[in-house]
């Protein structure tokens, strides 16, 4: 199956900084999400960019598919930025891929104040 | 728009029990995927349901099924739970017409915390 790999896993911030977060992916892929996990547990969406380039605020993101990565840009960084974020992606596999997110690992943020 | 619910939220239950998720999608989507998280090994697909039938599955027993009905709603079941199936079940919705050959976005719901003993 088609392998997701996120880095770095750990990621300590001083309020105000900003920082890059990347997933390499091993196949082609029809969606790519980001998601921010709460401290409760729900996976919050961020991008839906299976390619190109978004903006939501002082996020963005940017996928170059041929190239098979996706980062994940915070600007400016907050307390309340602090969690795990998740890549996901599903493979461009036709049927056979019908909802099915394949998630990396996960890069664990922290930003202290 | 309501969003992905999930009853119920926690969950604790004995080794040899079974239990039963409920998942709620978004007004309008018509496919449910679960999946489920550990520690050990992260978030993992379980099965996506898609107008009352089974798309695709992942690497999971037959121990873990689950069902669509006709208003979308989905359940899961795990059936002889074992210590190892302690875990959150995450289940999300998607807005997933059949026949296209891309995937929309996903939207989960807060999931349902399972603890065996």
């Known amino acids: 199956g088609i392998q997701v790999e996120q880095s770095p896993p750990d990621l300590i911030l001083q309020e105000g900084a900003n920082s890059t977060l990347r997933c390499n992916f091993s196949d082609s892929v029809n969606n790519l999400q980001w998601f921010h996990q709460n401290p409760w547990g729900q996976l919050i969406n961020l991008f839906y960019?299976?390619?190109g380039t978004k903006q939501n605020g002082r996020l963005s993101a940017t996928t170059v598919a041929t190239e098979r990565y996706s980062l994940l840009y915070i600007s400016s960084s907050q307390t309340t930025d602090s969690g795990v974020y998740f890549c996901a992606v599903v493979r461009n596999a036709g049927g056979t891929s019908y909802g099915k997110l394949t998630f990396g690992q996960g890069t664990i943020l922290t930003v202290h104040p | 728009k309501a969003g992905v619910t999930q009853t119920p939220r926690y969950l604790i239950k004995t080794r040899g029990q079974q239990v039963t998720l409920s998942c709620s999608p978004i007004s309008g989507h018509r496919s449910v995927s679960w999946y489920q998280q550990t520690p050990g090994q992260g978030l993992q697909f379980l099965f996506e349901y898609f107008s009352e039938t089974q798309r695709n599955k992942g690497n999971f027993p037959g121990r873990f099924s689950g069902r669509q009905f006709s208003n979308s709603r989905s359940e899961m079941n795990v059936s002889t739970l074992e210590l190892g199936d302690s875990a959150l079940y995450l289940c999300?919705?998607?807005?997933?017409?059949?026949?296209?050959?891309?995937?929309?976005?996903?939207?989960f719901g807060p999931g349902t915390r399972l603890t065996v003993t």
């Open positions: 960019i299976p390619s």
């Open positions: 999300a919705s998607s807005f997933n017409p059949p026949g296209r050959g891309f995937s929309y976005e996903q939207y």
